[in-house]
């Protein structure tokens, strides 16, 4: 009797044991795939987010600055998931969200992909501005230095929203318009991509009628 007992014990174990490496598995394909189909959003005439100001910040002026009084979102950017600035949240915070990436282009030596701005983070990013479209007025950007990560978010959502990213790359028909900012250039491509992703379905997609992205 005690020998069934055992066999039963081990084939329990193996079982679990085989249940576990799967879902290892599971993640590891899907670690880097949205699960669901990101939701298209039409855009009202007039459209409710034409109006929105953006403010870039870095880390030390978000923490020091007066809060908005205006209806506004908090895109608050990190490198380290556990070094949370102090967000200046009040009545009028609608919503605040932490992204947590480093600021590089591409993948590195030291910097792998996974912990770089991803396609998934645009989506939040952009689902976040759509869910409050009718009630945002500012939407608030930092990172730590406030130059490069946020400016390229900023950017891209600038770019998408008004077709003008000019605060943040300068004057590019050779005016004398400087910018004090340098933006990733990844944060602002998949900002871009994620706003068609999310507005335009594939098949009904007119490269003319577009923001022209930087490169």
Not at 94 to 121: E, G, I, Y
Not at 122 to 131: C, E, K, Q, S, V
Not at 133 to 159: E, F
Not at 203 to 215: A, G
């Amino acid at each position: 009797m005690s020998w069934i007992i055992g066999l039963f014990i081990v084939l329990g174990f193996t079982s679990t044991l085989r249940l576990c490496l799967w879902g290892i598995e599971l993640q590891k394909r899907n670690k880097h795939k949205v699960l669901f189909a990101p939701r298209l959003y039409e855009l009202a005439e007039p459209n409710p987010l034409s109006k929105v100001k953006l403010f870039v910040y870095s880390r030390a002026a978000i923490q020091r600055i007066k809060p908005h009084t205006e209806p506004h979102l908090i895109i608050s950017i990190v490198s380290e998931p556990q070094d949370l600035p102090r967000l200046p949240i009040n009545d009028a915070t609608l919503s605040a969200m932490t992204v947590c990436f480093l600021d590089a282009d591409k993948p590195t030596n030291k910097v792998a992909d996974w912990q770089l701005f991803s396609r998934n983070h645009a989506l939040d990013i952009w689902n976040l501005i759509f869910r409050y479209q009718d009630q945002v007025q500012h939407i608030l950007v930092h990172c730590d230095g406030g130059v490069s990560r946020s400016a390229g978010i900023a950017a891209g959502i600038s770019k998408a929203l008004f077709d003008d990213d000019t605060e943040y790359f300068g004057g590019g028909d050779g005016s004398i318009i400087l910018s004090r900012y340098h933006p990733n250039m990844r944060c602002y491509r998949m900002m871009l991509e994620a706003y068609q992703e999310l507005t335009q379905p594939a098949h009904m997609v007119d490269p003319f009628e577009l923001p022209q992205m930087r490169v």
